[in-house]
T-cell receptor, first 114, second 113 residues
Framework: DAGVTQSPTHLIKTRGQHVTLRCSPISGHKSVSWYQQVLGQGPQFIFQYYEKEERGRGNFPDRFSARQFPNYSSELNVNALLLGDSALYLC?????????????FGPGTRLTVT | KQEVTQIPAALSVPEGENLVLNCSFTDSAIYNLQWFRQDPGKGLTSLLLIQSSQREQTSGRLNASLDKSSGRSTLYIAASQPGDSATYLCAVPTQGGSEKLVFGKGMKLTVNP
C-alpha cells in the first residue's frame, strides 16, 4: 500500500507569490494534518482536517489556508510568501480523528522562498 | 502549554553501542507518545507509539518506555548500526487526546563504523 504522498517534492518561489502544496493520505485515512518544519527545529502544527472540516489550526497567520476534498486529499495554500516561509512542509494522515491512532507522515515538500 | 525537550541535541557513537535517547514533556495528561525517525531532508518515519496505559513498546532493536508521572520517555536502541544514523524526534498531543502533536527539536544520532 502507498504511504502518504505529497507534491511537489521541491519548490522555489519569490517573495509575494502564492503556493499550493498537495497531499494524498493513506487509503482509508480520513484525517489529514499539515506541519511546517524549519531547519533544526521540530515540526510545528498548522492545520488538521477531518471529513472536509477544519478541526484545528496552529499559530499561523491568515496567509495560510487549507482544504480537504471528498477523496480526503488536501491542499495547503500560502499567500504573499515571505522569506521565513522557507521550510519543509509535512502532511500527515490518521485513520480517524483524535490522538488514539498512529499518525503517518509523507516525504514533505521543500519550499524555498527567495 | 505542552513543551517537549530532547537532550542532548546530538550524539556520536561507535557502532555496536547500546543507546538511550531521552524525551521529556511538561504536561503529563497525555494520550500517548510517538517516536519518529527523520533522515536528512526527508519526512518522518513512525517508529513506535506508546499509549498512556502502556509502560513499554518494542519493535526489533528498538524499545520505548513511558513514565507519565515524571513526564519522560526513553528510546533504547540496541547494538547500534551506521544505518541508525538519523534525527530522532518524540511527539505528544498538545493536550489530552488532541490531534495536534507537539514535537521536540530532535536528537541527531551519528553511528560511526
Amino acid at each position: 500500500d502507498a504511504g502518504v504522498t505529497q507534491s511537489p517534492t521541491h519548490l522555489i518561489k519569490t517573495r509575494g507569490q502564492h503556493v499550493t502544496l498537495r497531499c494524498s493520505p493513506i487509503s482509508g485515512h480520513k484525517s489529514v494534518s499539515w506541519y511546517q518544519q524549519v531547519l533544526g527545529q521540530g515540526p510545528q502544527f498548522i492545520f488538521q482536517y477531518y471529513e472536509k472540516e477544519e478541526r484545528g489550526r496552529g499559530n499561523f497567520p491568515d496567509r495560510f489556508s487549507a482544504r480537504q476534498f471528498p477523496n480526503y486529499s488536501s491542499e495547503l495554500n500560502v499567500n504573499a510568501l515571505l522569506l521565513g516561509d522557507s521550510a519543509l512542509y509535512l502532511c500527515a494522515s490518521r485513520v480517524t480523528s483524535g490522538a488514539l491512532y498512529e499518525q503517518y507522515f509523507g516525504p514533505g515538500t521543500r519550499l524555498t522562498v527567495t | 502549554k505542552q513543551e517537549v525537550t530532547q537532550i542532548p541535541a546530538a550524539l556520536s557513537v561507535p557502532e555496536g553501542e547500546n543507546l538511550v535517547l531521552n524525551c521529556s514533556f511538561t504536561d503529563s495528561a497525555i494520550y500517548n507518545l510517538q517516536w519518529f525517525r527523520q533522515d536528512p531532508g526527508k519526512g518522518l518515519t513512525s517508529l513506535l507509539l506508546i499509549q498512556s496505559s502502556q509502560r513499554e513498546q518494542t519493535s526489533g532493536r528498538l524499545n520505548a518506555s513511558l513514565d507519565k508521572s515524571s513526564g519522560r520517555s526513553t528510546l533504547y536502541i540496541a547494538a547500534s548500526q551506521p544505518g541508525d544514523s538519523a534525527t530522532y524526534l518524540c511527539a505528544v498531543p498538545t493536550q489530552g487526546g488532541s490531534e495536534k502533536l507537539v514535537f521536540g527539536k530532535g536528537m541527531k544520532l551519528t553511528v560511526n563504523p
